[in-house]
């Protein structure tokens, strides 16, 4: 089942900067937030596996879950969740599979979305 939540402000960022790196990780840290908010516990952040990178690894109750943070400034490119495409969601997939194999191979795994389009965030529960 799909949920959406959202929060969304009109404040803006406290350190406008034209260096996409650090508007990537302070879209991760205002999702972390967000989702420590609404009941998730953060395991890890910027997790990198041979095959990819994790934004965030969660528990969500019992369930593993697995969190793409996707940021888009203007729609000029699209929504922010139009940009977690088919492959995207492949390679998280394989990267998925090989955490919980190791870690925790009995575990109930899902894919959430956090968006970030302008100032409003969105959480995508069970994203695909």
């Not at 998925?96 to 409003?120: H, K, M, N, S």
């Amino acid at each position: 089942m799909r949920s959406l939540r959202s929060a969304c402000s009109r404040s803006k960022p406290s350190r406008p900067s034209l260096d996409s790196n650090w508007k990537g990780r302070q879209g991760e840290d205002r999702a972390g937030a967000f989702l420590a908010a609404r009941g998730y516990r953060v395991l890890a952040r910027n997790v990198r596996l041979p095959g990819g990178e994790v934004d965030a690894i969660c528990l969500d109750g019992g369930t593993l879950v697995f969190v793409e943070v996707k940021r888009r400034d203007s729609r000029a490119f699209g929504s922010a969740l139009g940009g977690v495409d088919a492959r995207k969601r492949a390679r998280l997939r394989r990267v998925a599979a090989d955490y919980a194999q190791i870690v925790a191979p009995a575990a109930t795994v899902r894919f959430d979305v956090v968006t970030l389009d302008g100032e409003c965030v969105r959480l995508h529960r069970d994203a695909f």
